[in-house]
Every structure is written in C-alpha cells, then in structure tokens.
C-alpha cells in the first residue's frame, strides 16, 4: 500500500499561484499513476489532472487546462501541481491519489479508478 501525503494548501487571493506537493508516508510514489482532485462541499470530487508514472502522460480538466500543470520527480518520491492565475471557484479541498498501474503511461481521471487517497489540504480563493 502508499499512503499519499498532501501539502502547500492556503489562501491566496484572485490570479496568485500555489503549489501542491504529493508525497508518501510509506512507499514510494515511482510506480504509481497519480492524480489530483478536488471537492467542495455538497459535491462530488472533481478530476483535477492526472499524470502515468513515467511522467510521459497526462490529462487536465477543461476548467484547469492552460492554468494547472501537473508533474512529478520520482526521485523525490513526490508529485507536484502548479496552480497559476487561480480563481475564486478554484477553492476547494484538493486530493492526490494513487493508482498502480498496468503499464508506464497510463492515466486515470475517474475517481473510482485510485486506489489510495491523500486526507486532502485546503486551497482558498479569495476575491
């Protein structure tokens, strides 16, 4: 099993920028497919972006694309997601999971798909 650890949630105001980190407590993070999603409250959680455990594949969701930028240093054991220009529907609890994957280059953007989940950090948008 890995236990996907989160960090680098806050508050930041309209257009800022913060980066996620994704790290493990246990195993490494090397051979796993990765992802990040977010939830706020009374919905669903919602695909982020995804990235294979080689780093040579990944998706966005449509509301990120051109502003988040997933990637990953195995060697760090550690997944990152960069967050530009963010605004204030960004706002959510944001979640890293793991998935052991068939192959190098495979991406999951389901959340049903991992199967290990990070406890989550708060980002915050303000206006």
């Known amino acids: 099993q890995v236990h996907p650890v989160e960090s680098g949630g806050g508050l930041v105001q309209a257009g800022g920028s913060l980066r996620l980190s994704c790290g493990a407590s246990?195993?490494?993070?090397?051979?796993?497919?990765m992802g990040w999603f977010r939830q706020t409250p009374g919905k669903e959680r919602e695909f982020v972006a995804a990235i294979s455990w080689s780093g040579g594949n990944m998706a966005y969701a449509d509301s990120v694309k051109g502003r988040f930028t997933i990637s990953r240093d195995n060697a760090k054991n550690t997944v990152y997601l960069q967050m530009n220009s963010l605004k204030p529907e960004d706002t959510a609890v944001y979640y890293c999971?793991?998935?052991?994957?068939?192959?190098?280059?495979?991406?999951?953007?389901?959340?049903?798909?991992?199967?290990?989940w990070g406890q989550g950090t708060q980002v915050t948008v303000s206006s």
């Open positions: 246990v195993r490494t993070l090397g051979n796993y497919a």
């Open positions: 999971a793991a998935k052991d994957p068939p192959d190098s280059l495979s991406i999951y953007v389901t959340a049903r798909s991992y199967d290990y």
